[in-house]
């Protein structure tokens, strides 16, 4: 465990941060539990970000610990009768969105040898910059 706090120590506080905000975006009204259009708009780059973060950082445990939080969160408030308002869903979502890119990210490189030699352990998330020094920097 002083390993990965020691790996990962400059990212605990934003996700810390990311969890409390999280935690306060949750509504009784059923008005304030939609996103806006322009929010829809600005998922797509927030959850590349958080992908790019997540896969360049190789903070993927991080995330996932965060992740499964906010779903543990909204569940424990869904109890209570609260739903996240349209902050908290645009978090909730931007984080959906990006396990599916990390998950799919993984999938396509799931069988490069030398990338599975380079990043070895459990979770398997190997670093965009190692994928393009790899292979696609040899190409141009």
Not at 3 to 12: A, G, L, Q, S, T
Not at 96 to 125: E, I, M
Not at 126 to 133: K, L, M, Q, R
Request: hydrophobic share 50%; proline share 5%; charged share 10%.
């Amino acid at each position: 465990i002083f390993i990965f706090i020691r790996r990962h120590y400059v990212y605990i506080p934003f996700f810390i941060i990311l969890f409390i905000y999280f935690s306060g975006c949750f509504c009784s009204t059923h008005e304030e539990r939609r996103i806006t259009v322009p929010g829809w708009l600005l998922l797509g780059p927030s959850a590349l970000y958080y992908w790019y973060l997540a896969t360049e950082g190789q903070i993927t445990e991080l995330f996932l610990l965060t992740f499964f939080a906010m779903v543990a969160m909204v569940m424990f408030q869904h109890r209570k009768g609260l739903s996240p308002d349209s902050n908290g869903l645009f978090l909730l979502y931007s984080f959906s969105v990006t396990l599916l890119l990390v998950a799919l990210w993984v999938a396509y490189l799931w069988n490069d040898q030398v990338l599975r030699h380079k990043y070895p352990g459990l979770l398997y998330v190997p670093e965009p910059w190692s994928y393009y020094t790899l292979h696609i920097r040899k190409n141009h």
